[in-house]
């Protein structure tokens, strides 16, 4: 599996972690006030769909890269999505799904502030697959339940649905993913939490909230939830 780092486990701090944000600005940074990190000392990571569907695709990246370098990657971290990939894809004529998941926003986004989307594909590509930290594994989308963490595929990691939250494997670490809304898990818009993975995209970008947990022990501590604040819903990828 490529493009896995684990963070210093020797370095103190609290834990957070934030779901899908699709270019739901105002939302993440009341999810960021709420939350209250020390970034300093504190780490968070951010499960992947920074764009896509929203109207703030643009502020979103924007306020992550200034974040990255004021504090780090260690400490704010930002995992690939499958949104980040179709971008890709895309631009490198390997795909034309971007076209039919909401790229007109980001698009839009971009070109509001005189900018071009393609001056942020080298940020998306480096961007991790996975992190570990203190027994939580984060990752877009899930793990494959019949390969190991070093067989992962790239396209589980950023796809994967039912074949992994169905799964009853039992891995050596709690999984904190997003990609998949909880309402389609819990018909709410809720974090939910199973044994051994815990879920945090609560649909934000389809008139539900956006979630940041803080996390401690395999489970989750803090939970800050904003709704949606436009009110408008969108259609699940």
């Given at each position: 599996?490529?493009?896995?780092?684990?963070?210093?486990?020797?370095?103190?701090?609290?834990?957070?972690?934030?779901?899908?944000?699709?270019?739901?600005?105002?939302?993440?940074?009341?999810?960021?006030?709420?939350?209250?990190?020390?970034?300093?000392?504190?780490?968070?990571?951010?499960?992947?769909?920074?764009?896509?569907?929203?109207?703030?695709?643009?502020?979103?990246?924007?306020?992550?890269?200034?974040?990255?370098?004021?504090?780090?990657?260690?400490?704010?971290?930002?995992?690939?999505?499958?949104?980040?990939?179709?971008?890709?894809?895309?631009?490198?004529?390997?795909?034309?799904?971007?076209?039919?998941?909401?790229?007109?926003?980001?698009?839009?986004?971009?070109?509001?502030h005189?900018?071009?989307?393609?001056?942020?594909?080298?940020?998306?590509?480096?961007?991790?697959?996975?992190?570990?930290?203190?027994?939580?594994?984060?990752?877009?989308?899930?793990l494959?339940p019949?390969?190991?963490?070093?067989?992962?595929?790239?396209?589980?990691?950023?796809?994967?649905?039912?074949?992994?939250?169905?799964?009853?494997?039992?891995?050596?670490?709690t999984?904190?993913?997003?990609?998949?809304?909880t309402?389609?898990?819990?018909?709410?818009?809720?974090?939910?939490?199973?044994?051994?993975?815990?879920?945090?995209?609560?649909?934000?970008?389809?008139?539900?909230?956006?979630?940041?947990?803080?996390?401690?022990?395999?489970?989750?501590?803090?939970?800050?939830?904003?709704?949606?604040?436009?009110?408008?819903?969108?259609?699940?990828d």
């Open positions: 599996m490529e493009s896995r780092q684990n963070i210093d486990e020797s370095q103190p701090g609290r834990l957070f972690a934030i779901g899908d944000i699709h270019g739901c600005y105002l939302e993440f940074c009341a999810v960021l006030d709420c939350l209250a990190p020390d970034l300093a000392l504190d780490y968070l990571v951010i499960v992947g769909d920074l764009i896509d569907r929203g109207p703030d695709s643009y502020e979103v990246v924007r306020k992550i890269r200034q974040m990255q370098t004021l504090y780090g990657t260690d400490h704010v971290t930002v995992l690939r999505g499958n949104h980040e990939q179709m971008a890709l894809d895309y631009f490198s004529g390997e795909g034309e799904w971007w076209n039919f998941n909401g790229n007109e926003f980001t698009l839009a986004s971009y070109d509001k005189g900018a071009t989307i393609q001056s942020d594909l080298d940020y998306f590509a480096g961007l991790p697959l996975t992190r570990e930290k203190d027994g939580f594994l984060f990752v877009h989308a899930g494959n019949h390969r190991s963490l070093e067989q992962q595929d790239e396209s589980d990691l950023l796809w994967i649905r039912e074949a992994f939250y169905n799964s009853r494997k039992q891995w050596p670490f999984i904190v993913f997003g990609h998949t809304p309402y389609v898990l819990v018909r709410q818009d809720v974090p939910v939490s199973r044994s051994g993975w815990i879920a945090i995209d609560t649909g934000c970008v389809y008139g539900g909230s956006l979630t940041g947990v803080e996390l401690h022990n395999g489970a989750m501590t803090r939970i800050c939830s904003v709704k949606r604040k436009d009110g408008r819903n969108g259609f699940v």
